[in-house]
């Protein structure tokens, strides 16, 4: 069992940033492809961004493309989202996953461990 713990979400205006991080304990953190979701009232998950094991390789939803920043560092066991120029569409509950597999992968039921998600709010 993996879990993950999100922390960094909040209020923030229209044009400002937050940076939402994850922490993974007690686990080989670099076995693990992460990816971050999100989740607006009414909505589907979506895909978010996401990094390969070694954090080589990155991919976002072209809705966050050039403004949110997907990174890890596997000493320590975290992966973290930098979110930049924040629009009111961007509020969401946002959650961290893990996945198992070898690829990165943009589709939710890919991903095997989820953490309890942490709310973003952007005011106009």
């Known amino acids: 069992q993996v879990q993950l713990v999100e922390s960094g979400g909040g209020l923030v205006q229209a044009g400002g940033s937050l940076r939402l991080s994850c922490l993974a304990p007690k686990v080989t953190f670099s076995w693990y492809v992460m990816g971050w979701f999100r989740q607006a009232p009414g909505k589907e998950r979506e895909f978010v961004a996401g990094i390969s094991r070694s954090g080589g390789s990155t991919y976002y939803a072209d809705s966050v493309k050039g403004r949110f920043t997907i990174s890890r560092d596997n000493a320590k066991n975290t992966v973290a989202l930098q979110m930049n120029s924040l629009k009111p569409e961007d509020t969401a509950v946002y959650y961290c996953?893990?996945?198992?597999?070898?690829?990165?992968?943009?589709?939710?039921?890919?991903?095997?461990?989820w953490g309890q998600g942490t709310q973003v709010t952007v005011s106009s």
């Open positions: 996953a893990a996945d198992s597999g070898a690829y990165l992968s943009r589709s939710n039921t890919d991903y095997d461990y």
